[in-house]
């Protein structure tokens, strides 16, 4: 399994910014993702990029946030603009060692993310 720890969540309010990092242990080529979850609500994927550094973002955060993952592969970013409070969620980091087409094998313990109005 693929060891990762996020960071970078906080209290912003709306229509501030936040940049969640997500550290990978050990480094490698891998489908990488952003989910989260909030109380009471399904976990969903908000965004992530493939082996061949394809990306995908959500359509209801589109233009808003960004995935991105530095060249060494060590670390998954995700930087989030105008967030809204509807984005207050716990955010989690997860991996697939392989292409984006089957289910996720490691995850984060997630970093919190609240936006107030």
């Known amino acids: 399994q693929v060891q990762l720890v996020e960071s970078g969540g906080g209290t912003v309010q709306s229509g501030g910014s936040l940049r969640l990092s997500c550290a990978a242990s050990?480094?490698?080529?891998?489908?990488m993702a952003w989910f989260r979850q909030a109380p009471g609500m399904e976990r969903e994927e908000v965004a992530r990029?493939?082996?061949?550094?394809?990306?995908y973002v959500a359509i209801h955060v589109k233009g808003r946030f960004t995935i991105s993952q530095d060249n060494a592969k060590k670390s998954l970013g995700l930087q989030m603009n105008s967030l809204k409070p509807e984005d207050t969620a716990m955010y989690y980091c997860?991996?697939?060692?392989?292409?984006?087409?089957?289910?996720?094998?490691?995850w984060g313990p997630g970093t919190q993310v609240t936006v107030s109005s």
């Open positions: 997860a991996a697939l060692r392989d292409w984006c087409r089957g289910a996720y094998d490691s």
């Open positions: 050990p480094a490698g080529t891998y489908c």
């Open positions: 990029i493939d082996v061949d550094g394809t990306t």
